[in-house]
């Protein structure tokens, strides 16, 4: 079972940034936090990963609460394109193996 | 780079019948994971992979299904005989190190 919790849907208006959380709290010291998304009809895509330090790559920031038990994911400016299903990771199980929940989906609206 | 490759996109199949589903990896990528999506839900781990040997098939019900990866490059996931439960999107995915998995488009299967 997955051993994140989300909530379960989010809107977001169009150029606004988009702060989905995530709760981990079982996730040890040298695990990593992963976050993919799926749009409709193709498959999770990855979008950032982290440890303890915040993140940032092109397409989001990541931070990772001190305790490391939560995290948020932010997409900056989100697009309609942003529209998709997000899914929050951690930790991963043994054999690197991803264990997806329900995730959280993001609705983004002109 | 060229991405996950996966085919066909779409098969509807009779229950009690045979199919099977195809995935190349990224160039360079030793794991390969097949995962089985159900409508609403997230993507299930049925295999993975590593090179052409196994590293956990604990989620793939034996009785009907199976997977190869004879040249540690290519895969086949097959199922035999469909049920209609199997109606899902097959996943394929694949990493280099074993972290950060690129995933395919997906096969979708629709047994009636």
């Known amino acids: 079972d997955a051993k994140t919790t989300q909530p379960p849907s989010m809107d977001c208006a169009e150029g606004r940034a988009a702060n989905l959380p995530c709760n981990h709290s079982?996730?040890?010291?040298?695990?990593?936090v992963y976050w993919y998304r799926q749009i409709h009809s193709q498959g999770p895509q990855y979008i950032i990963h982290?440890?303890?330090n915040n993140e940032t790559n092109e397409m989001a920031s990541l931070i990772i609460t001190e305790d490391r038990k939560s995290s948020t994911l932010i997409l900056p400016h989100a697009t309609l394109r942003d529209t998709a299903v997000y899914y929050c990771?951690?930790?991963?199980?043994?054999?690197?193996?991803?264990?997806f929940g329900a995730g959280t989906i993001l609705r983004v609206k002109s | 780079e060229a991405g996950v490759a996966q085919s066909p996109r779409y098969k509807i199949i009779e229950k009690r019948q045979s199919v099977a589903f195809w995935c190349n990896p990224i160039?360079?990528?030793?794991?390969l994971y097949w995962y089985q999506q159900i409508l609403g839900q997230g993507p299930k781990l049925l295999i993975q992979f590593q090179n052409n040997g196994v590293v956990d098939d604990s989620q793939l019900p034996k009785d009907r299904f199976s997977a190869e990866r004879l040249k540690g490059v290519d895969s086949t996931l097959k199922i035999q005989p469909a049920k209609l439960e199997d109606s899902a999107v097959y996943l394929c995915?694949?990493?280099?190190?074993?972290?950060?998995?690129?995933f395919g488009p997906g096969t979708r299967l629709t047994v009636l």
């Open positions: 982290g440890l303890k």
């Open positions: 079982t996730i040890s010291g040298n695990e990593y």
């Open positions: 995915a694949s990493s280099f190190s074993g972290s950060t998995q690129y």
């Open positions: 990771i951690g930790p991963m199980e043994y054999g690197n193996k991803l264990v």
């Open positions: 160039s360079g990528h030793a794991t």
